[in-house]
Protein backbone atom coordinates (compact mmCIF):
# COMPACT_ATOMS: atom_id res chain seq x y z
CA UNK A 1 0.00 0.00 0.00
CA UNK A 2 1.42 3.59 -1.15
CA UNK A 3 -0.39 6.97 0.14
CA UNK A 4 0.74 9.57 -1.90
CA UNK A 5 0.44 13.28 -0.78
CA UNK A 6 0.38 16.35 -3.42
CA UNK A 7 -0.54 19.47 -3.63
CA UNK A 8 1.68 21.34 -1.63
CA UNK A 9 3.34 25.04 -2.72
CA UNK A 10 4.17 28.31 -2.00
CA UNK A 11 1.20 30.71 -0.97
CA UNK A 12 0.44 34.22 0.58
CA UNK A 13 -0.80 34.67 3.72
CA UNK A 14 -4.65 34.88 3.36
CA UNK A 15 -4.76 32.09 0.45
CA UNK A 16 -5.73 28.31 -0.26
CA UNK A 17 -4.35 25.35 -1.01
CA UNK A 18 -5.94 21.65 -1.78
CA UNK A 19 -4.21 18.93 -0.66
CA UNK A 20 -4.71 15.24 -1.98
CA UNK A 21 -3.76 11.76 -0.56
CA UNK A 22 -3.98 9.08 -3.19
CA UNK A 23 -3.74 5.61 -1.78
CA UNK A 24 -2.64 2.59 -3.94
CA UNK A 25 -2.77 -1.33 -3.66
CA UNK A 26 -6.08 -1.32 -1.76
CA UNK A 27 -9.22 0.88 -1.27
CA UNK A 28 -9.56 2.49 2.57
CA UNK A 29 -13.49 3.37 2.21
CA UNK A 30 -13.67 1.27 5.57
CA UNK A 31 -10.79 3.05 7.65
CA UNK A 32 -10.40 6.28 9.01
CA UNK A 33 -7.74 8.86 7.85
CA UNK A 34 -6.12 12.01 8.95
CA UNK A 35 -3.46 14.69 8.48
CA UNK A 36 -0.64 15.57 10.24
CA UNK A 37 2.23 18.09 9.80
CA UNK A 38 5.41 18.98 10.91
CA UNK A 39 6.59 22.26 11.18
CA UNK A 40 10.81 23.06 11.13
CA UNK A 41 12.14 22.49 14.65
CA UNK A 42 9.09 21.57 16.05
CA UNK A 43 7.33 17.80 16.79
CA UNK A 44 4.98 16.51 13.77
CA UNK A 45 1.40 17.42 15.45
CA UNK A 46 -2.46 17.00 14.05
CA UNK A 47 -4.15 18.74 12.30
CA UNK A 48 -7.54 17.05 10.46
CA UNK A 49 -9.23 13.18 10.41
CA UNK A 50 -12.21 11.70 9.15
CA UNK A 51 -13.63 8.13 9.98
CA UNK A 52 -15.06 6.18 7.69
CA UNK A 53 -18.91 5.60 7.13
CA UNK A 54 -20.57 8.58 8.62
CA UNK A 55 -19.44 12.59 8.67
CA UNK A 56 -17.30 11.81 12.21
CA UNK A 57 -14.55 14.64 12.27
CA UNK A 58 -11.96 16.10 14.55
CA UNK A 59 -9.61 19.44 13.82
CA UNK A 60 -6.63 20.94 15.91
CA UNK A 61 -8.43 24.29 17.10
CA UNK A 62 -5.80 26.07 15.34
CA UNK A 63 -7.18 24.71 12.04
CA UNK A 64 -10.91 24.87 12.91
CA UNK A 65 -12.92 26.66 10.73
CA UNK A 66 -10.25 27.09 8.02
CA UNK A 67 -9.45 23.77 6.83
CA UNK A 68 -11.84 20.77 5.76
CA UNK A 69 -10.86 16.99 5.73
CA UNK A 70 -13.01 15.35 2.94
CA UNK A 71 -12.12 11.87 0.74
CA UNK A 72 -13.55 10.57 -2.00
CA UNK A 73 -13.84 7.06 -1.78
CA UNK A 74 -14.18 6.25 -5.44
CA UNK A 75 -10.82 7.87 -6.38
CA UNK A 76 -9.58 6.24 -3.03
CA UNK A 77 -8.38 9.89 -1.88
CA UNK A 78 -8.02 11.94 0.98
CA UNK A 79 -8.21 15.60 0.54
CA UNK A 80 -7.46 18.61 3.50
CA UNK A 81 -8.89 22.17 1.83
CA UNK A 82 -6.87 24.79 3.72
CA UNK A 83 -8.85 27.96 3.39
CA UNK A 84 -7.47 31.72 4.95
CA UNK A 85 -3.62 30.50 5.15
CA UNK A 86 -1.36 31.53 7.84
CA UNK A 87 2.24 31.85 7.84
CA UNK A 88 2.18 29.29 11.29
CA UNK A 89 0.72 26.90 8.73
CA UNK A 90 3.91 26.58 6.84
CA UNK A 91 4.58 22.84 7.34
CA UNK A 92 5.19 19.57 5.94
CA UNK A 93 1.66 17.73 6.01
CA UNK A 94 1.47 14.18 5.88
CA UNK A 95 -1.61 12.01 5.34
CA UNK A 96 -2.06 8.88 7.45
CA UNK A 97 -4.92 6.17 7.60
CA UNK A 98 -5.64 3.74 9.66
CA UNK A 99 -5.40 0.01 8.12
CA UNK A 100 -7.41 -1.80 10.85
CA UNK A 101 -11.16 -1.40 10.13
CA UNK A 102 -12.55 -0.75 13.65
CA UNK A 103 -13.02 2.82 13.91
CA UNK A 104 -11.37 5.03 16.43
CA UNK A 105 -12.46 6.49 19.38
CA UNK A 106 -13.18 10.32 19.22
CA UNK A 107 -10.07 10.77 21.63
CA UNK A 108 -7.75 8.37 19.82
CA UNK A 109 -8.67 10.24 16.17
CA UNK A 110 -5.63 12.81 17.09
CA UNK A 111 -3.15 10.52 18.19
CA UNK A 112 -0.54 9.09 15.49
CA UNK A 113 -0.70 6.17 17.09
CA UNK A 114 -4.03 5.16 15.66
CA UNK A 115 -2.91 5.50 12.15
CA UNK A 116 -0.33 2.86 10.65
CA UNK A 117 0.13 3.92 6.83
CA UNK A 118 1.68 7.08 6.00
CA UNK A 119 2.53 9.45 3.01
CA UNK A 120 6.37 10.76 2.18
CA UNK A 121 4.69 14.38 3.18
CA UNK A 122 3.95 17.47 0.85
CA UNK A 123 5.48 20.78 1.68
CA UNK A 124 3.42 23.83 2.18
CA UNK A 125 4.91 27.14 2.68
CA UNK A 126 2.68 30.69 3.79
CA UNK A 127 4.34 33.44 3.11
CA UNK A 128 3.19 36.87 4.90
Known amino acids: VQLQASGGGLVQAGGSLRLSCAASGRTFSRNAVAWFRQAPGKEREFVAA????????KYADSVKGRFTISRDNAQNTVYLQMNGLKPEDTAVYYC??????????????????????WGQGTEVTVSS
Open 96 to 117: AVRSREVQPIVSMMSEEITYDL
Open 50 to 57: RRWGGTAT
